[in-house]
């Protein structure tokens, strides 16, 4: 539903009514084929809103091509019909009818069991911008905007412009912060994906024009994701990108340029010109938040973001209403998708006793035994003029006829039409054909369509192949349509030549064992497993050490407040009343065999080695503090690490006239011994510095720090800790503070760049805060066959498309082994890896898509490369008599066809792309 | 017209990658030569030395691989 | 792959020029629009396949097949593998280490199989022949060849009758 809006939510968890209103959209979806005719013919230009008005379009449009729906819609606040009514211009024009005046705004009750937010985030309002001279100088350009300029398909195409005057710029600001850590708009907040895709987008300008001069001007350069950090490193050595750690006093036209006055991090004041400056905008809360927490009943925060707490991140205030994404508090993209699947976890494992219940499966007639003579029917579509407009389609048709297999040639207006797919079974039916073409538009969105024709038919859909003669063929050869004929006869006569040769390929079906295997019995895997099994699936959970609650046990507090111990011990509960899940503690897993859907592994423990199979296995090993070496932890007992410290906090254990304390960032992280940034480390010392000053107001406190990261709304925590009089400290990799012990006297001495001197403290407590090391993954990554990156955590099969994931499917990974995070974060990421885990396990079998790779054990050799080669592990060796041959796994392989190119002996074949297949295309490209 | 050299171009598209890039191109109606029909693959793995091979042995002007 | 088939194409005198390997990803239609721009004016400055300037089309069409037979069997495939397989392990994709790779590598087999290949060809197509004309129409090392002509020989392929080389009627 587009166009479309909640009003209320009614009703309890488990039975909800949602009211929806909708607006119309002027065009039906279902009908619209996505042509584009209207749209030329709308006489209305419009600012193109998607491209941030960089663009003009018109009335009549969609945002861009890959948009869902993949429909057209009409903008009612411009449209002619709709406020004058005159013009429909666009409704004469569409052949397939779908343009529908008649359409009004509607209200849908909803019966759904929950309900899952997800509005997104909102924008910074232009008063805000404009005081960073946005809307007043045309240069001053939002990162939003930027962004479109640099998109390859955004209005310039990429090529990065200044709106004043169309030059190139040279040399490019990029101002952070704008809109967020900032109380003066209201957003005390930290939006936390800024700077990161300020590197991105200054990166990819370098990478359109090396001649580029930019500078980021920030106040912390807050980079804590996975590999995030390395990508700064890029900027400024591959890219030579200048960061400038600053406040911006303002920003002045001078001539064609603009100046910018700031202040550096030794308060002196500077003022530097450029072509082209870019706002870094936070990101809003979601317009509209307060009507949508009203109309569902949920709680919402100061910043109007969706209220959560830390140990139930997906959580609204309202049972049965979940929230995922940058609603719940600024995210990035990984982030999203991440919680997006978790909250999929939290709505299952709330109605999983009804899931499949209002699913009806389609049946098909039995599969029809075809004979060896091809029997080819080939249909030509007009696409209404789409094609027909452009090429030859009766030519096309006659050519087709005359080629060898070919029994029958047809053409039909709309192939894709209902009536047209009642005559395609029709023709099937009475020229008996065993395989058909249809020549139209892409197999990327049809070819599903017809296959589903041919399986009514009782044909096999590998016996359906598509020309695209109307994307790629009559769209783009507009001005030649004799060359375009042409092209149409011969991609028609490959598609024959491969058509020919079309086998019948099974659908297989392979069954799954519904159970799942968590490694690691820390708070994430204690979730995945308590996740799986409220899901419905039983669980087998293990753990290397002889309990459950991993590093949380040693963490007595959080920044907001809560008991780690306390829900460590809640969820144990849960776990050991739960009958589905098992726990092994001081197990380890041995040995893994098998697949998605059946897994067999061997774990071991005092009892002995346990087997066990099931379908899906997620990865939690977790990760541990790291040891220092560094500041005289080993020598000073007044050197102690944040854990320590939380320990000594808890239990009353620290000194009673506790006067001062100094506090070390990065111990170990960001390149003094691990390359990576923890994340967790500063938003801990932040909260630690408020517990000692709960208990001793008068001490004082300095922490030593390179970036602040306390991204999100943790920076109200830093906001606190800095009015409480902690101070904050900046230093520099290169200069490092230095803790020397004396004769068991203590001392800290460190650059102050503000008094441009060094300082040196003798501190009661000297805190280290150390990074997160990932748990050994040397045998696990090996028994599993799965990817880890250089600093030894695990390697998702998609950064941001499948942030949980491994390329080899059934096995997934949440918490520290994927990288250091926060307690919030990790449960949203068990969630969510027991949501992509129960998948295969709720659909009970894994489906077999035609095109998987088959070895023709005749010609395989056993040399193994293709074992090697192929990125999903699916293929295997196993034993034919005393042999070794190549075998494939079906239910893992995802048909690339990286196996079959690198055979020695040409012993693979790919479903639907076989060697003779592609080679006949080749020949009957020759003619 | 009729003396120009009107090569022929094979390609092979990848269909996540290139083959979607020129459905896109299709949609947004950009203009290029019409000299090049294209065989689909489901990914560029696929691809066999092979296939470039006898490519050239039927006489195609230039081979074109798009992942 | 790609810089096998460069090697491949250079070896029997086709431009490599005449093959790319391009990347664009879906949301980037004007870029493929580009490249296929690109591409074809490219093909059109080099002119039509085995024209003048270079190899006839027939001498051409012999060594492409040579090529083909040689991409057919295991040995070319296999190396192409155990390469690929190598990359697959240092995750070390740099054009640099590509290409210095399949120098180390590969460059003599192709070199190697493609002559081989090209010589029973030869004599299938153009025999009887004389060892001295085949040499020369190879423009291979005569030692090479001799090694070639013996195995195939020795397996029954080609028979010799007064100085000149013919394929056995079976092939």
């Given amino acids: 539903m587009t166009n479309a809006r909640l009003e209320s939510v009614q009703g309890e968890a488990g039975n909800f009514t949602a009211r929806v209103h909708t607006d119309p959209r002027y065009i039906n979806e279902d009908l619209c084929t996505a042509c584009g005719i209207c749209t030329m013919y709308c006489p209305v230009i419009t600012s193109d809103i998607f491209n941030e008005g960089l663009a003009l379009t018109k009335n009549l449009h969609k945002d861009y091509p890959q948009a869902v729906p993949s429909s057209f819609y009409i903008d009612p606040k411009e449209c002619l019909f709709v406020n004058h009514e005159m013009c429909r211009i666009c409704a004469s024009t569409c052949q397939a009818q779908a343009i529908d005046f008649n359409q009004t705004e509607e209200e849908h009750d909803l019966s759904v069991g929950s309900v899952i937010l997800t509005p997104g985030f909102g924008r910074i309002d232009d008063e805000v911008l404009s005081r960073y001279g946005f809307g007043k100088y045309p240069?001053?350009?939002?990162?939003?905007?930027?962004?479109?300029?640099?998109?390859?398909?955004?209005?310039?195409?990429?090529?990065?412009?200044?709106?004043?005057?169309?030059?190139?710029?040279?040399?490019?600001?990029?101002?952070?912060?704008?809109?967020?850590?900032?109380?003066?708009?209201?957003?005390?907040?930290?939006?936390?994906?800024?700077?990161?895709?300020?590197?991105?987008?200054?990166?990819?300008?370098?990478?359109?024009?090396?001649?580029?001069?930019?500078?980021?001007?920030?106040?912390?350069?807050?980079?804590?994701?996975?590999?995030?950090?390395?990508?700064?490193?890029?900027?400024?050595?591959?890219?030579?990108?200048?960061?400038?750690?600053?406040?911006?006093?303002?920003?002045?036209?001078?001539?064609?340029?603009?100046?910018?006055?700031?202040?550096?991090?030794?308060?002196?004041?500077?003022?530097?010109?450029?072509?082209?400056?870019?706002?870094?905008?936070?990101?809003?809360?979601?317009?509209?938040?307060?009507?949508?927490?009203?109309?569902?009943?949920?709680?919402?925060?100061?910043?109007?973001?969706?209220?959560?707490?830390?140990?139930?991140?997906?959580?609204?205030?309202?049972?049965?209403?979940?929230?995922?994404?940058?609603?719940?508090?600024?995210?990035?993209?990984?982030?999203?998708?991440?919680?997006?699947?978790?909250?999929?976890?939290?709505?299952?494992?709330?109605?999983?006793?009804?899931?499949?219940?209002?699913?009806?499966?389609?049946?098909?007639?039995?599969?029809?035994?075809?004979?060896?003579?091809?029997?080819?029917?080939?249909?030509?579509?007009?696409?209404?003029?789409?094609?027909?407009?452009?090429?030859?389609?009766?030519?096309?048709?006659?050519?087709?006829?005359?080629?060898?297999?070919?029994?029958?040639?047809?053409?039909?207006?709309?192939?894709?039409?209902?009536?047209?797919?009642?005559?395609?079974?029709?023709?099937?039916?009475?020229?008996?054909?065993?395989?058909?073409?249809?020549?139209?538009?892409?197999?990327?969105?049809?070819?599903?369509?017809?296959?589903?024709?041919?399986?009514?038919?009782?044909?096999?859909?590998?016996?359906?192949?598509?020309?695209?003669?109307?994307?790629?063929?009559?769209?783009?050869?507009?001005?030649?349509?004799?060359?375009?004929?042409?092209?149409?006869?011969?991609?028609?006569?490959?598609?024959?030549?491969?058509?020919?040769?079309?086998?019948?390929?099974?659908?297989?079906?392979?069954?799954?064992?519904?159970?799942?295997?968590?490694?690691?019995?820390?708070?994430?895997?204690?979730?995945?497993?308590?996740?799986?099994?409220?899901?419905?699936?039983?669980?087998?959970?293990?753990?290397?050490?002889?309990?459950?609650?991993?590093?949380?046990?040693?963490?007595?507090?959080?920044?907001?407040?809560?008991?780690?111990?306390?829900i460590v011990k809640e969820v144990e509960k849960k776990i050991a009343s739960n009958d589905l899940i098992r726990v092994y503690t001081g197990a380890e897993v041995e040995s893994v065999s098998g697949y998605v859907g059946n897994f067999t592994t061997n774990i071991s423990s005092a009892l002995g080695t346990q087997v066990i199979e099931h379908g899906v296995i997620i990865i939690a090993t977790g990760g541990r503090p790291y040891e220092p070496k560094q500041y005289c932890y080993e020598t000073s007992k007044q050197v102690i690490t944040q854990i320590e410290l939380e320990d000594a906090i808890s239990s009353g254990a620290l000194e009673k006239d506790l006067q001062q304390v100094v506090m070390i960032q990065c111990v170990g992280s960001r390149g003094d011994d691990l390359s990576y940034c923890s994340k967790v480390c500063c938003g801990q010392a932040v909260k630690n510095a408020l517990r000692i000053l709960d208990k001793y107001p008068n001490a004082d406190i300095y922490i030593l720090y390179r970036d602040i990261r306390t991204y999100g709304f943790m920076?109200?925590?830093?906001?606190?800790?800095?009015?409480?009089?902690?101070?904050?400290?900046?230093?520099?990799?290169?200069?490092?503070?230095?803790?020397?012990?004396?004769?068991?006297?203590?001392?800290?001495?460190?650059?102050?760049?503000?008094?441009d001197d060094d300082i040196t403290l003798e501190p009661d407590l000297l805190v280290l805060s150390v990074g997160i090391v990932p748990n050994d993954v040397d045998s696990l990554s090996k028994i599993l066959k799965v990817p880890v990156t250089k600093d030894n955590f695990f390697l998702e099969a998609h950064v941001k498309l499948r942030p949980v994931e491994f390329a080899v499917d059934g096995v997934f990974m949440c918490g520290l082994a994927h990288s250091p995070k926060p307690v919030n974060e990790s449960i949203a990421q068990a969630k969510s890896a027991a949501g992509k885990a129960a998948l295969p396990l709720a659909k009970g079998v894994v489906s077999v898509e035609p095109i998987v790779s088959k070895v023709n054990p005749e010609i395989c050799i056993g040399c193994g490369i293709c074992v090697s080669l192929c990125p999903y592990q699916a293929i295997q060796m196993v034993k034919a008599g005393k042999k070794k041959k190549a075998e494939t796994i079906s239910a893992s392989c995802k048909g690339c066809g990286i196996c079959a190119s690198h055979c020695p002996t040409l012993a693979i074949s790919m479903g639907g792309f076989t060697n003779e297949q592609i080679r006949s295309q080749i020949k009957a490209f020759g003619g | 017209m009729g003396n120009e050299f009107n090569p022929k171009i094979l390609g092979f598209m990848c269909n996540w990658c290139c083959y979607a890039a020129a459905d896109s191109a299709g949609v947004s109606r950009y203009q290029y030569p019409p000299n090049v029909r294209t065989i689909r693959m489901m990914c560029t793995g696929r691809m066999d030395p092979l296939f470039i091979i006898d490519a050239f042995c039927v006489g195609t002007d230039g081979v074109f691989v798009g992942g | 792959m790609e810089e096998f088939v460069r090697k491949i194409l250079a070896k029997i005198g086709i431009d490599s020029d005449r093959f790319v390997l391009k990347w664009a990803s879906a949301a980037e239609g004007p870029r493929f629009v580009k490249l296929i721009t690109d591409f074809t004016a490219k093909i059109k400055s080099l002119g039509p396949l085995g024209e003048p300037g270079g190899v006839s089309k027939d001498e051409l069409q012999i060594k492409l097949l040579a090529a083909r037979s040689a991409l057919e069997k295991a040995k070319l495939r296999t190396g192409l593998g155990n390469l690929t397989k190598g990359f697959r392990k240092e995750g070390d994709y740099s054009d640099q280490q590509i290409k210095d790779k399949v120098n180390e590598k590969l460059t003599k087999s192709i070199g190697t199989e493609i002559d081989r290949n090209e010589t029973l060809l030869r004599i299938q197509k153009q025999g009887p022949i004389s060892f001295d004309e085949l040499t020369k129409k190879l423009g291979a090392s005569g030692t090479d060849i001799e090694k070639y002509v013996a195995a195939f020989r020795k397996k029954g392929l080609v028979a010799e009758t007064d100085n000149q080389l013919s394929a056995t009627s079976n092939q």
Avoid at chain 1, 493 to 509: D, F
């Fill in chain 1, 139 to 566: 240069d001053v350009l939002t990162s939003i905007e930027f962004e479109r300029l640099t998109c390859a398909s955004g209005p310039t195409e990429g090529t990065i412009v200044r709106p004043s005057d169309q030059r190139h710029p040279k040399h490019i600001a990029f101002l952070q912060c704008i809109g967020s850590r900032d109380e003066t708009c209201g957003n005390g907040y930290c939006s936390s994906v800024c700077c990161m895709y300020a590197i991105k987008e200054a990166s990819v300008a370098k990478e359109h024009d090396p001649d580029l001069d930019i500078t980021i001007f920030y106040m912390d350069m807050r980079t804590q994701g996975k590999e995030f950090d390395a990508s700064r490193q890029r900027a400024r050595e591959k890219y030579g990108i200048k960061f400038v750690r600053s406040r911006i006093a303002g920003i002045q036209e001078q001539g064609d340029q603009l100046r910018i006055s700031y202040v550096d991090g030794r308060g002196a004041h500077h003022g530097e010109s450029f072509d082209m400056v870019v706002l870094s905008e936070g990101l809003e809360s979601p317009e509209g938040a307060d009507d949508l927490a009203r109309s569902c009943g949920i709680d919402i925060n100061k910043y109007e973001f969706c209220s959560t707490q830390a140990f139930t991140p997906l959580q609204t205030s309202r049972q049965g209403i979940f929230v995922a994404g940058a609603f719940g508090g600024p995210k990035d993209i990984p982030e999203s998708v991440t919680e997006a699947t978790g909250a999929v976890a939290s709505v299952d494992s709330l109605l999983n006793k009804v899931r499949g219940s209002q699913v009806e499966k389609k049946e098909y007639p039995a599969e029809l035994v075809i004979g060896d003579e091809p029997r080819i029917g080939v249909f030509v579509c007009h696409c209404g003029s789409n094609i027909a407009g452009v090429i030859d389609v009766a030519a096309v048709r006659e050519y087709a006829s005359t080629l060898d297999g070919v029994v029958y040639a047809d053409q039909s207006l709309y192939s894709c039409a209902q009536d047209a797919q009642q005559i395609l079974k029709e023709k099937i039916k009475e020229h008996n054909l065993n395989r058909v073409i249809v020549s139209a538009c892409t197999p990327r969105t049809h070819e599903p369509l017809f296959q589903e024709t041919l399986r009514d038919t009782g044909l096999n859909r590998a016996l359906f192949e598509m020309v695209n003669i109307r994307d790629q063929c009559s769209w783009v050869h507009a001005g030649e349509p004799e060359e375009a004929t042409e092209k149409a006869k011969d991609l028609v006569r490959m598609a024959v030549a491969k058509a020919g040769l079309a086998q019948p390929l099974p659908e297989q079906q392979i069954p799954v064992i519904p159970k799942a295997l968590v490694i690691g019995g820390g708070i994430s895997g204690m979730t995945a497993a308590l996740s799986m099994a409220e899901q419905g699936f039983e669980t087998f959970l293990v753990e290397k050490s002889d309990k459950l609650g991993g590093n949380l046990r040693n963490v007595s507090a959080l920044l907001s407040g809560e008991d780690p111990r306390k």
């Fill in chain 1, 715 to 755: 920076e109200d925590y830093y906001k606190k800790a800095r009015e409480k009089g902690v101070v904050f400290v900046n230093y520099d990799k290169e200069k490092a503070p230095v803790a020397t012990d004396t004769d068991g006297r203590l001392s800290v001495t460190f650059f102050d760049e503000m008094l």
